[in-house]
């Protein structure tokens, strides 16, 4: 989706957050999600700075955002999170059918249940959520909605997907 959207939306560098979350310091345990959103924030004010909108693609909770320390959170006049789900039974199609899925496999009723969070998922100021079903839509379908949100966001703030 990255690269779809790089191409799409000029100023646009959009990055996967689970190539960075290998190297991240900032993520003890692989469970400190919080320390982790906030060093995506500092490198985003980086690139920001050099005039360029970043795009973050990946899986959030927009709370984990959210509740990053006050001087983070000043730092952005808003960010976007566009939540991609879909229902249940889509959802284990798409998993099941995923090329080197196993890891998740083994762990689907998690992803499941995280799917269906991110479907409450609401706006926790200053996040703002928004929300794309992609049941029922092809890959295609998928990347040309999300490029079309992303476009009516940037370039006037960084935006987390």
């Known amino acids: 989706m990255g690269a779809m959207l790089a191409a799409e939306a000029d100023g646009v560098l959009a990055l996967d957050v689970d190539v960075l979350a290998g190297g991240a310091a900032a993520v003890t345990g692989r469970t400190d999600y919080h320390a982790f959103w906030a060093y995506l924030a500092t490198v985003t004010l980086e690139v920001h700075q050099n005039g360029v909108d970043l795009v973050w693609c990946g899986v959030c909770r927009p709370e984990q955002v959210a509740e990053q320390p006050k001087n983070v959170l000043d730092a952005f006049s808003r960010i976007d999170i566009l939540v991609l789900s879909c229902d249940d039974s889509t959802y284990f199609d798409r998993l099941y059918g995923r090329p080197g899925g196993s890891q998740a496999v083994s762990r689907a009723d998690f992803h499941a ?23 029922g839509l092809t890959v295609q379908q998928t990347q040309r909605r999300a490029s079309t949100w992303v476009k009516e966001r940037v370039p006037h703030r960084a935006a987390f997907s």
């Open 113 to 135: 249940s995280l799917n269906r969070d991110l479907r409450a998922a609401h706006s926790v100021d200053p996040v703002r959520v928004s929300h794309l079903d992609t049941t």
